[in-house]
């Protein structure tokens, strides 16, 4: 048998990230708490919608060197990337646009506005301590933009009274050298946390350019970070608390010149939360979310400096109060946001705008016995494009205590960015959000040593901003102006699951087919594939872990014409950590073991358009330190 066909029947097997294979209730984490699949906690067993989570622990186990690099072997997760570290990344979830998705620090939005993205290059790993992704749309809860689902990330946070501290350091190919260290702990009713991390790598060349031309040296990306917290319980039931995140990066690219760009992503809250009384729990938050960013590229005619800056300012409020019911639990919240845009790419090519957004939500959740119920209904104004409201229901029914079904519907609507909006010479300010509708069902196996779910999906999304238009007063650039004219059905199912195979071996898999195309022309959806997913093991060995991985996805094509097409791949991925003592332990991770040579990205649909580099083989070792609790 051939490597590539070989390669062929590897690139159909599909993974999540690993897991301690101490128990089996441990390893299915099946008493695990999940927030955002209703805005209230959850046991993961009793979820009716389709979520992820990962943790702390697992993080660190799977070694990745970015967040991209952790997520693209999530169950219904692809991922394109424009070069190396701190190039800029998006994330398709379930086939949708990566301008679908909302992304949440700590409750706090903190994408740009600007472009609808979120930059998750700059999103450093040490800050995070855990990760939970719900699939499907969920605007009836979020609000706009959340038609392909939501990705929550909670920074790291102790406990109250008990100090723990975390240290780690370690370097890898291209010169790659990470450190990290935090402290947590209480004082009384006092808890507090702080956290710092950074990267330093000199990279890779961003486009696949060789010779002696100026883009074909390495695209190196530094990054340093903090995270804080302080919490104090005034008496029992009520808290107030304060939650900063800070990520300042500074990467290259190219393009013929020395540039270089520079982003800072911030959030931060206060949060008050008061049981006020047996059956009313509410919490009410205060905070901002910014996006802010520079490039430093070379003078042009129209850009004479060659700087460009943009910034998204969040200003978020949210109050929540959760009502226990004789049977079941009622949310009833509102929620302001204000966004404020300044964005400049040269001197004629400049706008300050803003709009502000009020909603209202009712949710109601029972799991009363065999039965589970949740219901959402949301009415979102907002001051440029008016009110907009969605639903969702959800019903679930255990067969046998192993055995669940469950069946949804959502509905979910993307707002229209500023620069669609407002850009010059570009913007139409009458763009209409872009609207979803969204069914799904799935079959649940939970066992003592396997969890098995299948899970199907259709996403019918109307009004699409394409990028077609004929020019008109605002828009100068015949056939790329902004217009509501597009339209897509995204049919798909997913497969996950985990077994345990003895105490000591465990096997993970997801596998996802869908149909991201075009109703128009039937084209594929730009940079997303029909088939994905991954497989990973890992085995324990006294103070040895060791696993494997391979993820995989079939051919693709950069451009919505399907013109320029990007084959299929599978990647090999190596892991290992060592237990010297309870605190000290040794890491290392191999990263495309087999050196396979694949793309991403182009830099145009043309013949003599240029790959974006990927990484090829590469290494990574470390030493990390932690007081046992």
């Not at 700590?106 to 700059?122: H, K, P, Q, V």
Request: hydrophobic share 35%; with cysteine; aromatic share 10%.
């Amino acid at each position: 048998m051939n490597r590539t066909t070989i390669a062929g029947l590897i690139s159909l097997l599909f993974a999540t990230p690993v897991a301690t294979p101490v128990s089996a209730a441990e390893n299915l984490h099946l008493d695990e708490l999940v927030v955002t699949a209703s805005r209230t906690e959850q046991s993961r067993d009793n979820l009716l919608r389709d979520v992820t989570v990962i943790s702390r622990d697992e993080i660190e186990r799977a070694g990745a060197a970015s967040l991209t690099d952790l997520l693209r072997s999530q169950p219904g997760v692809q991922i394109s990337t424009n070069g190396g570290a701190g190039t800029a990344s998006s994330i398709f979830l379930r086939g949708t646009n990566d301008q679908h998705l909302v992304v949440l620090v700590d409750g706090l939005r903190i994408n740009s506005a600007t472009l609808g993205t979120t930059s998750f290059e700059n999103l450093p790993l040490g800050q995070i301590e855990r990760i939970e992704i719900l699939r499907g749309p969920a605007s009836s809860l979020y609000g706009a933009d959340a038609i392909g689902g939501v990705i929550q990330i909670f920074t790291r946070k102790g406990e109250a009274g008990n100090p723990l501290l975390h240290a780690a350091a370690g370097f890898g190919s291209h010169d790659t050298k990470t450190g990290e260290a935090g402290i947590s702990g209480g004082i009384g009713a006092l808890s507090y946390g702080l956290n710092i991390s950074s990267l330093d790598t000199n990279g890779f060349s961003a486009k696949r350019i060789r010779g002696n031309s100026i883009d074909a040296d390495d695209d190196g990306y530094r990054n340093l970070s903090a995270s804080a917290y302080l919490e104090l319980a005034l008496k029992d039931g009520h808290t107030w608390g304060l939650q900063f995140f800070e990520s300042k990066g500074r990467h290259e690219f190219d393009s013929g010149y020395d540039n270089y760009g520079n982003q800072t992503q911030q959030a931060y809250a206060f949060t008050s939360k008061n049981q006020f009384t047996g059956f009313w729990h509410s919490t009410f938050k205060l905070g901002m979310g910014v996006d802010d960013s520079d490039s430093h590229a070379m003078p042009s005619f129209s850009n004479p400096t060659g700087v460009s800056k943009y910034r998204t300012e969040q200003q978020q409020l949210t109050w929540q109060n959760d009502l226990s019911l004789p049977l079941g639990l009622l949310t009833l919240a509102y929620e302001r946001l204000e966004q404020d845009v300044d964005s400049k790419s040269s001197p004629s090519s400049k706008f300050r705008k803003e709009r502000n957004n009020d909603s209202f939500l009712a949710s109601y959740l029972l799991d009363e016995g065999k039965h589970s119920l949740q219901l959402s209904l949301r009415e979102d104004h907002n001051s440029q494009y008016g009110n907009h409201t969605t639903g969702g229901a959800g019903y679930g029914y255990r067969i046998a205590p192993e055995w669940r079904v469950t069946a949804s519907y959502g509905s979910a609507f993307k707002a229209p960015t500023f620069n669609q909006l407002y850009f010059p010479n570009f913007g139409d300010p009458n763009l209409s959000p872009e609207k979803s509708d969204n069914v799904e069902a799935s079959l649940r196996y939970s066992g003592p040593q396997s969890n098995l779910s299948l899970t199907v999906f259709e996403n019918k999304i109307r009004n699409l901003i394409a990028f077609s238009g004929s020019a008109t007063a605002g828009c100068t650039f015949s056939g790329f102006c902004p217009v509501n004219v597009g339209k897509t059905t995204i049919p798909g199912a997913t497969l996950e699951g985990s077994w345990n195979v003895t105490d000591a071996l465990m096997l993970n898999g997801n596998f996802t087919v869908q149909s991201p195309r075009d109703e128009e022309d039937d084209n594929l959806a730009p940079r997303r594939s029909n088939r994905y997913g991954a497989v990973s093991l890992l085995h324990h060995w006294r103070g040895l872990q060791w696993g494997a991985e391979v993820t995989g996805a079939s051919a693709r094509y950069n451009d919505a014409a399907n013109t320029k097409r990007m084959g299929g791949y599978a990647l090999l991925n190596l892991t290992a950590n060592y237990s010297i003592t309870p605190e000290w332990k040794l890491e290392a991770r191999a990263n495309n073991v087999l050196d396979k040579d694949y793309v991403l990205a182009y830099t145009g649909n043309t013949d003599d358009a240029i790959a974006y580099n990927t990484a090829g083989s590469n290494l990574f070792v470390g030493l990390r330190y932690q007081m046992k609790r």
